[in-house]
């Protein structure tokens, strides 16, 4: 039985297994036999070995497919960028990674191989289906199919083999070369545990300077000049280039909403029928913030959600399930699991399924036609004639670097390549796929590369200088107040005196957030430092001075560091290593000779 449902799953763990191991595939298609530097195939080269297009593209081609079968059928020009460059980055990855495994000499012997697939097996095989019980690998049916004969299943296990010996072991082994030169000492582990668990508890005064007028403060025109002269480079921008677009936004229609409402209905009538509420909102709730918890929303009070769904929520009776409702976010099927008074206020705890209003294939076809017919026109008679006849808005972009976002539009890369290849007054005939639309587009100017004026960026730099004088105002203030707090009993008879407000904090240690300050090293650091009633010196930070005076300190327990200290040096270790990983490939990145040819294509 566990042999027919192992067949039955072959050709899904093969797929995985073969995208797992892709990068050993990559390896050898990819190497450059001909001594050629540059050719029409080819995406790119690591350190002289070629990226060929057409695995490129297999690569590519696979992971839309994967976002697709995850639901995500609209992918818009902003998404296939994201997927093309995290093909890019995962192929130069594994080849580096393949290039430094080759350079040490690391390979796996056949009896590390046996020893992985008999008695720890890679979580790729603990997955398949049918090696589980229950939903949990069952080692026992796991050995029973390595051990089995069946010559059907055996390209099954030279795959699994493959993995085992080419990526997965050597891989490992190089991680461990890595990690073997990190270390943790012993006050290591002792400092993160304080860090973690000392506290204090402290009085502040803040000295804001926002609380000077910028009238206070002179900033003359010599300053502004000096300031532009000493910082020319922060003023550099690349050539920059700005479109007229015209917009042909996805607006669900009727017959899409009808569609959506449709859909509800059809879950409504399933969730009568007995089915579980959670495994549907799973399947099938477009709110990312729920659906993975079955649509659990947990207690909320009346005004939390919008209006529609909250007054269908609290006059339903717990245990039933309402809707379709129909609110600014959607279409919604609730199910109300509890209500509750608390603190006066009526609460519902409840579940929910949402389906958003989104256009259709067709709808989208049908915005892509008008814009077709559109961009033909404006080629022929302008482009403004042609918007102009068909009632169209021209929106104007402000300019833009290439490669850079686009507001109005978002990013877009096969937009970006148009514009910063093209010349001014060149018009797309086919119109470019967007989030919000189809979009057709016209060059409308080319601002060339340069510095700033000095006129565009005045204003900006003697703000910036108005708020550094303001800082260094309210820092003197801070001193002068400091310097009459000659014993602890001071700080709260002169903040009384002049008018200043004392803030006190509960316990905090060095790694939590204190609120109204926030996770600042200058605050918590000086603070720390002090001692029970001792005031600190003036202490500048970004938002402005604070005048700190500790009221309480809570040392570690020696006792519980003792008992967790071990687990902690793990831990610690674990992330060093992990770091120590990161940097050392970060280092033979920058190290390698990278060529992306991608944009030559």
């Known amino acids: 039985m566990v042999m027919k449902k192992m067949r039955e799953h072959t050709k899904t763990f093969l797929v995985i297994l073969v995208l797992a191991f892709v990068g050993t595939i ?41 976002k697709r079968e995850q639901g995500q059928d609209n992918l818009s020009d902003n998404d296939m960028m994201q997927i093309e460059n995290q093909v890019w980055d995962e192929i130069v990855q594994e080849i580096l990674i393949r290039q430094e495994i080759h350079r040490r000499g690391i390979v796996a012997t056949d009896s590390e191989i046996v020893m992985i697939l008999k008695n720890n097996p890679p979580k790729i095989l603990r997955d398949v289906q049918s090696f589980q019980t229950d939903g949990k690998f069952d080692m026992q049916k796991y050995r029973a199919a390595l051990t089995d004969q069946n010559p059907q299943n055996q390209s099954f296990w030279l795959q699994a083999e493959d993995y085992v010996r080419n990526f997965m072991l050597p891989y490992q082994k190089l991680q461990e070369q890595i990690a073997a030169s990190v270390f943790v000492t012993p006050e290591e ?77 059809d879950l409504m009538k399933r969730i009568k029928n007995g089915e579980d509420f959670a495994k549907l909102a799973k399947s099938y709730s477009e709110d990312p913030g ?101 009632s169209l808005k021209i929106e104007t972009s402000p300019f833009f ?51 700033k004026p000095l006129a565009d960026v005045s204003a900006s730099i003697k703000s910036m200088l108005i708020r550094e004088k303001k800082i260094e105002e309210i820092g003197k203030y801070c001193a002068g107040v400091r310097s009459k707090m000659l014993v602890t009993a001071d700080f709260q008879t002169i903040a009384e005196k002049d008018s200043l407000k004392i803030t006190e904090t509960n316990q905090f240690s060095r790694n939590d957030y204190i609120p109204q300050v ?5 605050f ?55 770091q120590a990983f990161i940097d050392w490939f970060n280092d033979l990145k920058a190290k390698a000779r990278i060529k992306d040819l991608r944009q030559n294509a």
């Not at 304080?194 to 910028?214: G, L």
């Not at 539009?409 to 119109?431: A, C, L, W, Y």
């Not at 650091?525 to 809570?554: C, D, M, Q, W």
């Open 290 to 390: 729920s659906a993975q918890k079955g649509g659990e929303l947990g207690f909320f009070g009346k005004g939390t959600m919008v209006k529609q769904f909250d007054d269908a929520a609290f006059s339903a009776k717990v245990g039933t399930v309402v809707g379709p409702i129909k609110s600014s976010f959607g279409i919604h099927i609730i199910e109300v699991e509890e209500k509750k008074v608390e603190n006066g206020e009526e609460k519902v705890r409840a579940r929910h399924i949402l389906l958003k209003f989104t256009t259709s294939s067709q709808t989208e076809s049908d915005m892509k036609t008008k814009a077709s017919l559109f961009a033909m026109d404006a080629m022929e008679m302008g482009f403004s004639e042609a918007a102009s006849r068909d």
């Open 189 to 265: 582990v002792r400092w993160n545990y304080i860090k973690q668990n000392e506290k204090i508890k402290v009085q502040y005064i803040f000295f804001d300077p926002n609380n000077i007028s910028d009238d206070e403060v002179n900033v003359d025109n010599s300053e502004i000049e000096k300031y532009y002269r000493d910082h020319e480079k922060k003023y550099h921008e690349p050539e920059k280039r700005k479109i007229d677009y015209v917009m042909f936004p996805f607006v669900p229609t009727a017959n899409d909403s009808q569609a959506v409402f449709s859909d509800a209905k």
């Open 26 to 66: 990559i390896f050898d298609w990819g190497m450059n036999v001909t001594g050629i530097k540059k050719r029409p195939n080819v995406a790119g080269e690591v350190n002289g070995e070629e990226i060929k297009w057409d695995q490129f593209n297999r690569r590519y081609q696979q992971l839309v497919e994967n």
């Open 401 to 451: 670097i290439e490669g850079g976002f686009i507001p109005g539009i978002g990013f877009s890369r096969t937009i970006n390549q148009f514009v910063h290849k093209s010349k001014i007054g060149d018009i797309r005939e086919e119109p470019f796929y967007t989030d919000r639309g189809y979009v057709v587009a016209k060059i409308n100017d080319i601002q060339p590369e340069r510095t």
């Open 518 to 522: 926030g996770k600042d090293p200058d």
């Open 524 to 578: 918590t650091g000086t603070a720390f430092g002090l001692n029970v009633n001792k005031i600190s010196h003036p202490v500048k930070t970004a938002r402005g001075y604070y005048l700190i005076k500790v009221i309480e300190k809570v040392p570690i327990d020696e006792a519980n560091f003792e008992a967790q200290k071990n687990t902690l040096r793990q831990t610690i270790l674990s992330r060093k290593q992990q």
